[in-house]
């Protein structure tokens, strides 16, 4: 069985990458600014290239284990991904981030490392409830960082930006 990234997290992300650069080559030819378009048009590429490659997470759950996986071009350069065996897990550790959001690790017997347990993939009820009946930890208490709704405000603020991005970019070429 395998996770992918939540689509509405992978479209609205990837979207407001678009909608913060995309008018920045048309703003440098305007303003004679030091960096060239053609720079910043290849800078863009290069960075939609590696936040797809970041969004294109997978979590694959089988009989023996975890696995967290990206890409093969993407683990040759940035994030190898990892593997939990089942029998390896001893318990889930809940934090909090700097923001006030939980996030949960599992803390191995060893307890030489913690892995971020994903939870930004479609299924994450799913998810967690396999890992409940995988490994015996309690997961009731265990809940996305972030709600749908929190992704379609931002998605909704991003699509506003996008407009205004157009008039930007009409206005840049107009002059």
């Given at each position: 069985m395998y996770?992918?990234?939540?689509?509405?997290?992978?479209?609205?992300?990837?979207?407001?990458?678009?909608?913060?650069?995309?008018?920045?080559?048309?703003?440098s030819k305007v303003t004679d600014a030091p960096v060239p378009p053609l720079v910043?048009?290849?800078?863009?590429?290069?960075?939609?290239?590696?936040?797809?490659?970041?969004?294109?997470e997978r979590?694959?759950?089988?009989?023996?284990?975890?696995?967290?996986?990206?890409?093969?071009?993407?683990?040759?350069?940035?994030?190898?991904?990892?593997?939990?065996?089942?029998?390896?897990?001893?318990?889930?550790?809940m934090r909090t981030t700097g923001q006030g959001g939980v996030v949960y690790y599992f803390v191995t017997k060893a307890q030489d490392r913690a892995y971020l347990l994903p939870m930004r993939v479609a299924g994450f009820a799913k998810l967690v409830e396999q890992v409940e009946e995988k490994t015996g930890i309690d997961t009731r208490d265990v809940r996305p960082l972030a709600q749908p709704w929190m992704y379609f405000i931002l998605l909704g603020f991003t699509l506003l930006l996008l407009l205004v991005d157009g008039w930007t970019i009409t206005t840049a070429i107009g002059l």
């Open positions: 996770f992918n990234l939540s689509p509405l997290i992978r479209i609205t992300l990837l979207t407001l990458y678009i909608a913060l650069t995309l008018p920045l080559p048309f703003l910043l048009w290849v800078g863009i590429a290069i960075g939609f290239m590696i936040l797809y490659g970041a969004m294109s979590v694959i759950l089988d009989e023996t284990g975890i696995k967290v996986t990206y890409p093969a071009w993407f683990r040759f350069i940035f994030r190898k991904g990892w593997s939990l065996e089942w029998d390896d897990i001893k318990n889930l550790k």
